[in-house]
């Protein structure tokens, strides 16, 4: 068969322009909601009387047959019919008839297109949320096991304050929610209807875009209908949005790949989650987090691909536009690779409590905590700050730690220490006195956990 828009021609595309303006290799992922969105629009043709009831019929039944293809992956694909609307429209003309040529009445591609774009991007935004939520629940799990675990928190990855492991674990699923948080906003503006602004300026035909809309579950229709076709804001908003969650991924792989390391071993990755090395007997390498990390660059990327498509595009449809689905996909595979994987890497992974807390033994972290003490005897914080720095560096010139000083030593460098400093020091005293809203105070973070449980359940 020839062309769909073959009238105008007199000769054939040549082969090569073929290959290079095609989209079916990559856009017939867009298939089922193709359909989909031709059978909201054939209903309509017919309930507005566009289209006679019976033929309506007929094009819907071979949209069935055509969607039933689809599932099973027998429908053949052809790069001479360009893109996923014109092979599928073929394939309804093969299957139904001429007949199946009225389906594009009161249609372009345009419409089309960017309404296939909208329903499969508010498919994904279910899809992340759910596996955000997996996620979260994993932390919450581990933040739940690691209540009492007390671990260096860290500033400039310097022995800063010791927290518990909960509270760091707690701040991630913070994170996540405003992922999930960001995802949901923008549903507002992806569940808007293009369909209906024909090619750029409506069509002549007397149909009715909002029950098209009501049928699809669209909660509006776009107000104009050269945006309708031009815009693809909600797709740079998911790449964004995609963006700023793998930052927080790779934040998290940064953290799992330092503490699986000799050097810190604070966590041991699951074995089914770690590879090894063909030379180096010994290894377990966490590829999983580098590859997340390092698979966060190709996100960024299609952000940036997409943001500069669009950049100084005229009005209305523009060829350049078909540029926006590869690195959409690619964004969407690669956040799903990741966010499948991280849950259950992180309800398998072992938490090495005892070395955690052996750090905490041997730092300086508990240093505030006097330099306060100071302060609460009347001692103005910036003297108590500078006779405490003093004191660590008597420790560190002598290899010990604050709660190895005998009282005497303590004398030596203010009168205000007495036995009580013994017990401030200890890390559970450092941790529990940090008890505001947000800190890592026991009772504190339990609450967190609690009230990121609640959320849980209720989203
Ligand atoms: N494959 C095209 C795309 O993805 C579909 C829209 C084509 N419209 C057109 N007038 N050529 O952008």
Same mark, same amino acid.
């Given at each position: 068969?020839?062309?769909?828009?073959?009238?105008?021609?007199?000769?054939?595309?040549?082969?090569?322009?073929?290959?290079?303006?095609?989209?079916?290799?990559?856009?017939?992922?867009?298939?089922?909601?193709?359909?989909?969105?031709?059978?909201?629009?054939?209903?309509?043709?017919?309930?507005?009387?566009?289209?006679?009831?019976?033929?309506?019929?007929?094009?819907?039944?071979?949209?069935?047959?055509?969607?039933?293809?689809?599932?099973?992956?027998?429908?053949?694909?052809?790069?001479?019919?360009?893109?996923?609307?014109?092979?599928?429209?073929?394939?309804?003309?093969?299957?139904?008839?001429?007949?199946?040529?009225?389906?594009?009445?009161?249609?372009?591609?345009?419409?089309?297109?960017?309404?296939?774009?909208?329903?499969?991007?508010?498919?994904?935004?279910?899809?992340?949320?759910?596996?955000?939520?997996?996620?979260?629940?994993?932390?919450?799990?581990?933040?739940?096991?690691?209540?009492?675990?007390?671990?260096?928190?860290?500033?400039?990855?310097?022995?800063?304050?010791?927290?518990?492991?909960?509270?760091?674990?707690?701040?991630?699923?913070?994170?996540?929610?405003?992922?999930?948080?960001?995802? %949901?906003?923008?549903?507002?503006?992806?569940?808007?209807?293009?369909?209906?602004?024909?090619?750029?300026?409506?069509?002549?035909?007397?149909?009715?875009?909002?029950?098209?809309?009501?049928?699809?579950?669209?909660?509006?229709?776009?107000?104009?209908?050269?945006?309708?076709?031009?815009?693809?804001?909600?797709?740079?908003?998911?790449?964004?949005?995609?963006?700023?969650?793998?930052?927080?991924?790779?934040?998290?792989?940064?953290?799992?790949?330092?503490?699986?390391?000799?050097?810190?071993?604070?966590?041991?990755?699951?074995?089914?989650?770690?590879?090894?090395?063909?030379?180096?007997?010994?290894?377990?390498?966490?590829?999983?987090?580098?590859?997340?990390?390092?698979?966060?660059?190709?996100?960024?990327?299609?952000?940036?691909?997409?943001?500069?498509?669009?950049?100084?595009?005229?009005?209305?449809?523009?060829?350049?536009?078909?540029?926006?689905?590869?690195?959409?996909?690619?964004?969407?595979?690669?956040?799903?690779?990741?966010?499948?994987?991280?849950?259950?890497?992180?309800?398998?992974?072992?938490?090495?409590?005892?070395?955690?807390?052996?750090?905490?033994?041997?730092?300086?972290?508990?240093?505030?905590?006097?330099?306060?003490?100071?302060?609460?005897?009347?001692?103005?914080?910036? %003297?108590?700050?500078?006779?405490?720095?003093?004191?660590?560096?008597?420790?560190?010139?002598?290899?010990?730690?604050?709660?190895?000083?005998?009282?005497?030593?303590?004398?030596?460098?203010?009168?205000?220490?007495?036995?009580?400093?013994?017990?401030?020091?200890?890390?559970?005293?450092?941790?529990?006195?940090?008890?505001?809203?947000?800190?890592?105070?026991?009772?504190?973070?339990?609450?967190?956990?609690?009230?990121?449980?609640?959320?849980?359940?209720?989203?």
């Amino acid at each position: 068969m020839s062309k769909l828009w073959g009238g105008r021609f007199t000769k054939q595309t040549n082969r090569l322009v073929e290959e290079y303006t095609a989209s079916i290799g990559f856009d017939k992922a867009l298939a089922e909601e193709d359909v989909q969105g031709s059978l909201a629009h054939v209903t309509m043709l017919g309930k507005c009387g566009i289209l006679p009831e019976e033929d309506v019929e007929k094009i819907k039944d071979g949209l069935h047959t055509v969607l039933n293809k689809i599932a099973r992956g027998e429908l053949e694909y052809s790069v001479s019919d360009e893109d996923i609307h014109m092979n599928i429209e073929k394939q309804l003309i093969e299957e139904v008839g001429p007949v199946g040529g009225k389906l594009h009445t009161g249609r372009s591609r345009n419409d089309q297109v960017a309404t296939d774009m909208h329903l499969y991007l508010r498919k994904r935004v279910v899809e992340f949320t759910g596996l955000l939520h997996d996620l979260q629940e994993a932390l919450i799990g581990q933040a739940k096991a690691n209540q009492e675990t007390i671990v260096p928190g860290y500033t400039h990855l310097q022995r800063a304050q010791p927290i518990l492991f909960a509270h760091h674990l707690m701040a991630y699923v913070s994170m996540f929610q405003r992922d999930i948080e960001r995802l %949901q906003d923008s549903y507002k503006r992806i569940n808007v209807l293009p369909l209906g602004a024909g090619a750029l300026a409506g069509t002549t035909f007397p149909i009715d875009r909002h029950f098209v809309a009501e049928q699809l579950h669209f909660d509006a229709v776009y107000e104009n209908s050269l945006d309708a076709v031009s815009d693809r804001d909600f797709i740079i908003e998911f790449l964004a949005d995609a963006s700023i969650l793998m930052m927080h991924l790779s934040r998290l792989s940064e953290e799992l790949v330092l503490w699986s390391s000799t050097e810190f071993r604070f966590i041991e990755l699951d074995d089914a989650f770690c590879t090894g090395s063909s030379i180096m007997p010994q290894k377990k390498n966490p590829d999983v987090p580098e590859l997340v990390r390092g698979k966060t660059g190709r996100v960024y990327g299609n952000l940036m691909g997409l943001l500069t498509v669009l950049k100084s595009l005229p009005l209305a449809y523009n060829k350049d536009m078909q540029e926006d689905k590869e690195g959409m996909f690619d964004t969407v595979e690669t956040l799903r690779g990741a966010l499948q994987l991280f849950g259950p890497m992180i309800a398998t992974m072992k938490v090495n409590a005892g070395v955690m807390r052996e750090a905490v033994n041997k730092d300086f972290s508990n240093a505030t905590d006097i330099a306060d003490f100071l302060a609460n005897k009347g001692l103005p914080f910036r %003297q108590a700050h500078e006779v405490i720095g003093k004191t660590v560096l008597y420790c560190i010139e002598n290899g010990k730690f604050l709660l190895d000083l005998t009282l005497e030593e303590f004398k030596k460098f203010s009168p205000l220490f007495d036995e009580s400093i013994y017990l401030v020091l200890q890390p559970e005293t450092v941790v529990n006195a940090r008890n505001v809203y947000g800190g890592t105070a026991s009772g504190q973070v339990a609450a967190a956990i609690a009230r990121a449980e609640d959320k849980l359940q209720f989203t």
